[in-house]
């Protein structure tokens, strides 16, 4: 499976540790980020993690084309709804892409927890008849 890891900058520590917690699982799985999630991610874990740009830079943009063209299976985008953001455009249309193509998306820890539990029972298996 593909999982997209995205995370606002008040929440790349939760993501880390999160990443840490789920290492077993998420390293049997292809993984990408935006560039600072992702070398974040690799810092505190080892995972080998496809790195795009940072996210307002275009890493967003660079996921969301893979998200359009059915390229990943997963998003974990834990995102901070306190902080207004300048690309939040951008947010909105990882989300609505997502939507568009039927792709779990998780934007909390709640969440993104049961849909890692989820892959790691097969029960996200149905990505690879969809594709």
Request: glycine residues 6%.
């Amino acid at each position: 499976m593909k999982i997209a890891l995205i995370a606002h900058d008040a929440k790349k520590k939760l993501m880390q540790n999160f990443c840490i917690a789920y290492r077993g699982i998420l390293s049997k799985n292809e993984l990408y980020a935006t560039g600072t999630t992702g070398r974040l991610i690799e810092e505190v874990t080892n995972l080998t993690i496809h790195k795009y740009l940072a996210g307002h830079l275009g890493g967003e943009q660079q996921l969301g084309a893979q998200i359009e063209h059915n390229q990943v299976d997963l998003v974990i985008f834990l995102r901070d709804p306190y902080t207004q953001k300048i690309h939040e455009p951008d947010v909105d249309n990882l989300v609505r892409l997502c939507d568009m193509h039927n792709i779990p998306l998780a934007t909390n820890l709640a969440t993104a927890e049961l849909l890692i539990k989820a892959l790691s029972r097969g029960d996200l298996e149905w990505r690879e008849m969809y594709k």
